[in-house]
Nanobody
Framework: QVQLEESGGGWVQTGGSLRLSCVVS????????LAWFRQAPGKERGFVAA????????YYRDSVKDRFTISRDNAKNTVYLHVNSLKPEDTAVYYC????????????????????WGQGTPVTVSS
């Protein structure tokens, strides 16, 4: 069984930054594809970033590519999302997700690609 718990969200002004963390409990953490999604009020949950099991590959949605950084520390069973230069449109609940099964080398950007989710941590960016 896999459990994920996010933390690090909060309130910041435009241009601020946060480090979101997600501790993942599972038998084979090092094999999981990990991702961050976000969901703003009234909008669908959308992909933010993903990182491969070994941390050798990362990919992002275009709107955050130059501002956000995903990383993982396999020794700590933790995936991070550094969110920088925040804008009001980044306001959302941020969720971490894990894909635990075998996957080929391609991008996974849909909610249905992932089988485990955290409860989310809210990020509010004020103008």
């Amino acid at each position: 069984q896999v459990q994920l718990e996010e933390s690090g969200g909060g309130w910041v002004q435009t241009g601020g930054s946060l480090r979101l963390s997600c501790v993942v409990s599972g038998p084979t953490f090092n094999n999981y594809l990990l991702a961050w999604f976000r969901q703003a009020p009234g909008k669908e949950r959308g992909f933010v970033a993903a990182i491969t099991p070994g941390g050798s590959n990362e990919y992002y949605r275009d709107s955050v590519k130059d501002r956000f950084t995903i990383s993982r520390d396999n020794a700590k069973n933790t995936v991070y999302l550094h969110v920088n230069s925040l804008k009001p449109e980044d306001t959302a609940v941020y969720y971490c997700a894990a894909k635990t099964s075998y996957h080929v080398e391609r991008t996974y950007t849909q909610t249905y690609d992932y089988d485990y989710w955290g409860q989310g941590t809210p990020v509010t960016v004020s103008s």
